[in-house]
């Protein structure tokens, strides 16, 4: 009998809805974000195939099993093309987002240091500094309508560059002025920009100089980005290697950090690698971060009793407070909420990849294919595509029980083994931020951010959601919220207390 190399032409999914689509538009522009391929796993089990555009087939995945597996093994599982064009044009090669094999796990092994739990717990009073003077600007729009989506990216821009980078970039219009420009244009989502994204993946190396030479006008956004952290990065660096050599004591950010844990490694980072991660760092760490804060607090403010409940504690901690001030492992409920939002309304909703070689994927849960044959493997051929799912994972009955589709904070609080059949991701068993070599490098940062900006909220605010007005989820590279007339935006009303 013949083996079968290739399992994905027979896995189950929906139909195609167009040649020229497939079934992207439902899985990218669906709204809300994440509808259409949960009812494809409830369906089809937690490996589906759909059409991509153009007719290609690509894997969505939330089976546990292969989900680990994949993200062991980023050689075999390489990001996707489009990614890796994007964020060599965006970073250069030399950013952690861009680098692969003994580059990544140099640049790797480095930045490590950089977000250790000691020195992201170090930057604690600077993020309080931060959250603080967010409070004294909403303060001064209090009995009102703001739109908490832009103040808390404001905010966590400010956050990533002032704490980590060592940066205020807030103070930089033109800086705040690109990168925002860059978010927007980038998070804008069209049918054109699909089947864009699929074009883009098959230009070969040996034209990308064309691309660079005559990019499209998101790509000229990203580059103009790309050339402005580089000529600040060259600054700080060049001024946090003199005050090294000079015997002056290292600045607090984690940048500082980094020049002063390569200038001992063994195995070191270039100047121009160095240079590099700003872009990179910025903005992987604010849209995702802001993000997960919106939806947090559009929950909160859908929930006064959760809002009351949380600002019990964070007082009651405030009390206790030793000089070390307070320690936001140690709140229970806050640390409920944050984990129960980030599992329910994860920021990125998807991430990519492509098997480079000829390879099988195990199952934690055995799929029936369109034969009726069982598998607990997958074969794929090089080159298959597979989207890994953070709302397909974060939502298995198999992980978090039968309430799995409810928001529900209390699953943190009640005893429930949660992480049973193993762990993915290094927090919470959440794949927010995915898992193995190439997890999240600013995890801690953003988890002590969010702690930070949402407990001096609870401390001062009462919130709620105004009425009259709808938001959803809409994917935009992150998931941001949109209302009812394509605004993106989050309406909350603020009352100081
Ligand atoms: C809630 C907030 C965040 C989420 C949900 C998130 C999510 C992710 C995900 C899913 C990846 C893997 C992408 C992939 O390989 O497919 C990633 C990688 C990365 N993240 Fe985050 N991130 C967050 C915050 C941050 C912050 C605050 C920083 C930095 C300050 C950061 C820096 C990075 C970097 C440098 C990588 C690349 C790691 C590597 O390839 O080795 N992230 N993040």
């Not at 032409?9 to 929906?14: F, H, I, R, V």
């Not at 598998?375 to 080159?383: C, D, H, L, Q």
């Not at 801690?444 to 407990?455: A, G, N």
């Not at 007005?469 to 009812?484: G, K």
Request: charged content about 25%; aromatic content about 8%.
């Amino acid at each position: 009998m013949r083996r079968r190399s290739d399992d994905v032409p027979s896995l189950q999914g929906p139909k195609s809805s167009s040649w020229i689509y497939g079934n992207m538009i439902e899985f990218i522009l669906g709204v809300p974000c994440g509808e259409a391929e949960l009812g494809w796993f409830a369906k089809y089990g937690d490996v589906v195939k759909i059409h991509g555009c153009f007719g290609q087939e690509r894997l969505i995945i939330a089976d546990p099993g292969a989900i680990r597996h994949i993200f062991q093994d980023p050689e075999v599982f390489v990001k996707s093309r489009k990614f890796q064009l994007i964020t060599l044009i965006g970073f250069g090669q030399g950013s952690l987002l861009s680098a692969n094999g003994d580059s990544h796990r140099r640049i790797r092994s480095v930045m490590n240091t950089m977000f250790s739990a000691p020195r992201v717990r170090a930057l604690k009073p600077t993020l309080e500094r931060i959250a603080k003077d967010f409070s004294d600007e909403l303060a001064s729009m209090s009995g009102s309508i703001v739109d908490a989506h832009h103040l808390l990216h404001k905010t966590s821009l400010r956050a990533v560059t002032e704490a980590v980078i060592g940066y205020d970039a807030v103070a930089d219009k033109k800086y705040t002025a690109t990168y925002q420009d860059l978010l927007g244009s980038a998070s804008h989502r069209s049918r054109r920009g699909v089947v864009a994204d699929t074009i883009i993946s098959w230009i070969p190396d040996s034209w990308i100089w064309i691309l660079m030479e005559y990019p499209p006008p998101e790509l000229r956004k990203l580059m103009d980005h790309r050339k402005m952290t580089y000529s600040i990065s060259e600054k700080l660096i060049t001024s946090r290697l003199e005050s090294l050599k000079s015997g002056e004591p290292a600045e607090n950010d984690l940048y500082s950090v980094l020049v002063r844990t390569n200038a001992k490694a063994t195995y070191k980072m270039t100047d121009t690698e160095l240079k590099e991660q700003f872009g990179g760092i910025t903005t992987a760490g604010e849209d995702t971060t802001g993000n997960s804060m919106v939806w947090i607090l559009y929950v909160l403010s859908q929930h006064p009793e959760w809002q009351a409940r949380l600002r019990e504690e964070i007082r009651e901690a405030d009390h206790a407070a030793s000089d070390a001030g307070v320690d936001y492992d140690r709140l229970p409920f806050l640390n409920a909420i944050i984990k129960e939002v980030l599992r329910f309304h994860p920021a990125g909703s998807f991430t990519e990849r492509e098997a480079a070689c000829d390879t099988v994927i195990p199952l934690a849960t055995p799929l029936v294919t369109s034969t009726g044959t069982r598998v607990s493997e997958i074969k794929m051929r090089k080159g298959t595509k597979m989207g890994i799912s953070m709302f397909g994972y974060n939502r298995l009955r198999s992980i978090w029980g039968d309430d799995a589709e409810e928001l529900n904070p209390f699953r943190w609080l009640d005893g429930r083994e949660i992480a049973s059949g193993g762990t993915i991701g290094p927090y919470a068993n959440l794949l927010n931020f995915i898992g193995g070599p190439r997890t999240c490098l600013g995890w801690r940062f953003s988890i002590l951010e969010i702690q930070v900006i949402v407990s001096e909220l609870m401390r001062n605010f009462v919130l709620s959601f105004p009425e009259g007005v709808s938001i959803r989820p809409v994917s935009a590279i992150t998931v941001v919220p949109m209302d009812d007339e394509g605004r993106t935006w989050l309406p909350l009303h603020v009352e100081r207390l």
